[in-house]
Nanobody
Framework: VQLQASGGGLVQPGGSLRLSCAASGFIFNVKALHWYRQAPGKQRELVAYITLGGDTNYTDSVKGRFTISRDNAKSTVYLQMNSLNPEDAAVYYC?????????WGQGTQVTVSS
């Protein structure tokens, strides 16, 4: 199982980024996919997930600003992040759980600063 995250970077407050996570090594379209983030000194938190049927769920702090989506043909999950603020700065990780084992991408850094 491999998860390759990309799309992070430096953005000003109020700006947008789109993260991508390309997956391989498992049957993509039968698994829920997750985005987590971890800021310095804080625990890793679940930001959003999308089920195999396309249902989505978000942590309260990002509702209305972030959108998770998936392209099963490309085995890729996305996280569109709008109206970013400094509290969103973190390393973002994609995740899949297969047979009770968590697999993680390498993380992509999001920095929000003017």
């Amino acid at each position: 199982v491999q998860l390759q995250a990309s799309g992070g970077g430096l953005v000003q407050p109020g700006g947008s980024l789109r993260l991508s996570c390309a997956a391989s090594g498992f049957i993509f379209n039968v698994k829920a996919l997750h985005w987590y983030r971890q800021a310095p000194g804080k625990q890793r938190e679940l930001v959003a997930y999308i089920t195999l049927g396309g249902d989505t769920n978000y942590t309260d702090s990002v509702k209305g600003r972030f959108t998770i989506s998936r392209d099963n043909a490309k085995s890729t999950v996305y996280l569109q992040m709008n109206s970013l603020n400094p509290e969103d700065a973190a390393v973002y990780y994609c995740n899949v759980n297969i047979r009770f084992v968590d697999y993680w991408g390498q993380g992509t850094q999001v920095t929000v600063s003017s």
